[in-house]
């Protein structure tokens, strides 16, 4: 059953990674949507795709309204497709919320083990992997696009966090909405660096060839999926979404079937203040 279920609230649609609300209720943790039929901006969460800033800004305070979140926690790193990875401290929290100056730079990975913390990271196309370690009580987001996959930001995550002292046996991770297989048409280079990564069997259920087609459809979830299995991740840990951001064209905003002009959609994590009883 598909993990991320639609919802709306106060209007703004999203959707919520519904087994760990079940399993953590203390997590906050989701992906945006947009509204069908309506201009881009309307539901863009990023700073750097030419709009207007002050639209952004108000966007992400309205998710926050619908979410029951401070927008004074809303937390981002500026995405450069890479594995540069920042823990964040309560005296950073809030970094690139309203410019995108102040954000972590070079920085597709977040994580934290504070409360009242939202990591946040930006997508249209490109998978957002999701991880928490319930022996630590740690969350985290990391931006894995075609270059951060191959360059291991998935592995490296788990590594920092297992150096944090959380148990890889227990770690969870959730690999959320993105461009599917269905329309990810990439050439022989493309899946090459894969071949280094992964042995071939690991390697053929995320790639195909269509007849008489020179060309390889890629599913880059699934191939984040077995880099994750092959680093020691319980099968039973590990959720992929199976929406596709270009095919279900109503809910999400896609770079490639877009071509470009487009907004992003927001992947968060954090952990809400834990009420004693
Ligand atoms: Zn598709």
């Given amino acids: 059953m598909e993990p991320f279920l639609f919802q709306s609230k106060k209007g703004l649609p999203f959707f919520s990674l519904a087994p760990w ?67 964040v401290h309560s005296d950073q929290r809030g970094k690139g919320r309203e410019v995108r100056e102040t954000a972590f730079s070079d920085t597709d990975g977040l994580l934290t083990g504070e409360t009242d913390i939202l990591l946040t990271s930006y997508y249209a196309d490109c998978v957002p992997l999701f991880f928490y370690s319930p022996d630590l009580d740690w969350v985290g987001v990391a931006h894995a696009g075609w270059k951060g996959t191959v360059a291991g ?64 459809q890629l599913d880059l979830k699934q191939a984040n999926a077995a880099i994750f299995l092959k680093n020691g991740i319980n099968p039973q840990h590990l959720i992929i979404s199976s929406w596709c951001t270009s095919c279900d064209l109503d809910y999400f905003y896609s770079h490639r079937r877009d071509q470009g002009n487009t907004g992003r ?11 004693s009883s």
């Avoid at 269905?182 to 690991?202: A, G, H, T, W």
């Avoid at 959609?265 to 009420?275: D, H, N, P, Q, S």
């Fill in 21 to 87: 609300k079940k399993e953590f209720p203390h997590l906050q943790v989701g992906f945006s949507a947009r509204k069908p039929q309506e201009d881009w901006s309307t539901c863009n969460y990023a700073l750097h795709v030419g709009d207007n800033p002050a639209k952004v800004i108000y966007n992400r305070k309205q998710l926050s309204e619908a979410l029951g979140v401070s927008f004074a926690s809303w937390t981002c790193g500026e995405q450069v497709h890479g594995v540069h990875i920042e823990v």
């Fill in 153 to 216: 930001i998935g592995e490296k995550m788990l590594q920092n966090l297992v150096e944090l002292g959380a148990n890889l046996k227990n770690i969870r991770v959730a690999i959320g909405p993105s461009i599917g297989g269905c329309c990810y048409e990439v050439d022989e280079k493309v899946i090459q660096p894969l071949r280094s990564i992964l042995q071939s069997d690991e390697l053929k259920p995320t790639i195909a060839k269509r007849n008489n087609h020179s060309k390889w």
């Fill in 265 to 275: 959609m927001v992947a968060w994590i954090g952990k809400k203040e834990r009420r």
